[in-house]
């Protein structure tokens, strides 16, 4: 079964940053997109940023121009880069991943997450 680890959050002030990590282990397919999400309680979870396997990348509107995501394939890690805090970024923050295997397409079982506090 795929593992996922996310680690690097805590707490920050507004206007601070953070870089989280996230590295998946257990797969042997290829890896066609990495993900970042976040929750906060009472609200599903959002998609925060993604990158393929080619290095394309999409952020949602809330963290673009702010957050930044990027892979290792090697080494099946993909990190969050996060300037320019803000309290609304408050989240327990997950990583995924996707691969396809023909026409089924794969995502993991989610993790434990890292949680992200901005506070002053």
Not at 73 to 82: C, F, G, I, S
Not at 99 to 116: C, E, H, N, P, R
């Amino acid at each position: 079964q795929v593992h996922l680890v996310e680690s690097g959050g805590g707490l920050v002030q507004p206007g601070g940053s953070l870089r989280l990590s996230c590295a998946a282990s257990r797969i042997s397919a290829s890896i066609n997109t990495m993900e970042w999400y976040r929750q906060v309680p009472g609200k599903e979870r959002e998609l925060v940023a993604s990158i393929t396997s080619g290095g394309g990348t999409n952020y949602a509107d809330s963290v673009k121009g702010r957050f930044t995501i990027s892979r290792d394939n090697a080494k099946n890690t993909v990190t969050l880069q996060m300037n320019s805090l803000k309290p609304d970024d408050t989240a327990v923050y997950y990583c995924n991943i996707r691969w396809k295997l023909g026409a089924d397409i794969f995502m993991a079982s989610w993790g434990q997450g890292t949680q992200v506090t901005v506070s002053s």
